[in-house]
């Protein structure tokens, strides 16, 4: 199954161009899904129909599911929900406070996040389009797995081996609950879960992300900060879409300061994201609402591209090896050498970009390397970490 994930910032119109893709590739033959992900649903609305919830039939070949998320705190949460509802209420927080607390937020977001690896699993698809919350908490949501994962395989079992054994002794001195082994067998199922959802999004040979901008200052840095915090969890970008271009042959001193504004930001477009496919919708003559709105958008995208085909095979992440060293190379664009930070610990490196940290678990070939230089490539877009053999100490 092919999974296309958009997101950018708010009020670009990532729906519109998410309901775009879904609907013209389930009219070229493809079993397709739209899920959203965003709180704020509005897949239904894009398509004008009042209906809302799990597996709306827009055609034969199109449903749309948006993920109610109090439904899947209640179905997946059920158990760690329970136990920190006690936790809570055993500190004299009110029930009903208690039981709201105890549902972080962005957990409904996370449960939604799992339906991609539930889709996969079943193979009912050939396309998973899913429209994600707005850049930020999309950026947020998809680094939850690798710290899930991270989580599952470093801090869990420790905590698990420990509370069994303290939890008869500490029980009775204390006056509040300490979690049972089913609480624990629900985190482990439910990072289990993350990590097989992570699997799915960082294979690019399956999944990539599309980032939808305007041509507009502020958008266009948005999308330049969320390029390269994909790039830093290994998420493919294989294309941006430049929506709501104005004609150029419109009437009237308003529009035209509005054209050349667009084209000075254009050129910056092309600049930032070369590399890359960028395609371009244009801004018509009313909103873009219902199938047949929906149908020319998508005929505009896609005119000359398949919507799922994978329109980028260069990863983000590589490792390789040039002479006796080894080269990790990490895509990192619009960042300098001293915004990125990095430390090694055994066969651990974190990597940290801004407020975004990533841990990389080394392979055994550069766990084992201690000799460690990273430098920009003459481009400034690509971080080379070099592991090379250590210089044995000459000894008399």
Partial sequence: MRVILYTGKGGVGKTSVAAATALLASRRGARTLLLSTDPAHSVADAFDIDDHGSRIKINDNLFVHEVDALAELEANWNVIHGYATKLLAAQGIDEILAEE??????????????????????????????????????LQLL??????????NKIFPLERRVMKVARPILQPMIDIPLPKDEVFASMKDLLLDLGGTRDILADAKTTSVRLVLNLEKM???EAQRAYTYLNLYDYQTDAVIVNRVLPADGEGEFLAGWRRSQQ???????????????????MFEKEVVGQEMLRRLGE?????????????????????????DYVLSLD??????????????QDELFVRVGPYKREISLPRVLAKRRNRTARFDPSGRTLSIHFAPEVPVATR
Avoid: N
């Avoid at 990192?332 to 610990?345: A, E, G, M, N, T």
């Fill in 219 to 221: 958008v266009i840095k």
């Fill in 332 to 345: 990192l664009p619009f960042v300098s050498k001293d915004q990125v930070d990095l430390i090694q610990r």
């Fill in 143 to 152: 680094s939850f797995p690798e710290v899930a994962r991270w989580w599952l």
């Fill in 300 to 324: 505009e995208l896609f005119a000359e591209v398949d919507p799922l085909a994978i329109l980028v095979d260069h990863r983000p992440q590589r490792v390789e090896k040039i002479g006796d």
């Fill in 101 to 138: 607390l105890a549902s972080p937020p962005g957990m409904g977001e996370v449960a939604a996040l799992m339906w991609i690896r539930k889709y996969y699993l079943e193979d009912r698809y050939d396309l998973l389009v899913v429209d994600c919350a707005p850049t930020g908490e999309t």
């Fill in 264 to 282: 000075q930001y254009e050129g910056q477009v092309v600049t930032s994201f070369g590399s890359i496919p960028i395609l371009h919708a244009p």
